[in-house]
């Protein structure tokens, strides 16, 4: 099932991939309440 998935997720266009990696990461990161902070440069 696991190689599936990988195949299914490496097959996707790279702008498809980023957007669910980017909507993945925020939904969990809000889940468990991380806090970032941006400093500038």
Known sequence: MAQ???EWYQ???IITR???TAAVL???GCTLEVRVT???L
């Open 18 to 20: 980023s957007y669910l």
């Open 38 to 40: 941006l400093r500038p």
């Open 4 to 6: 599936a998935v990988e």
């Open 11 to 13: 097959q996707m266009p």
């Open 26 to 28: 925020t939904t969990v």
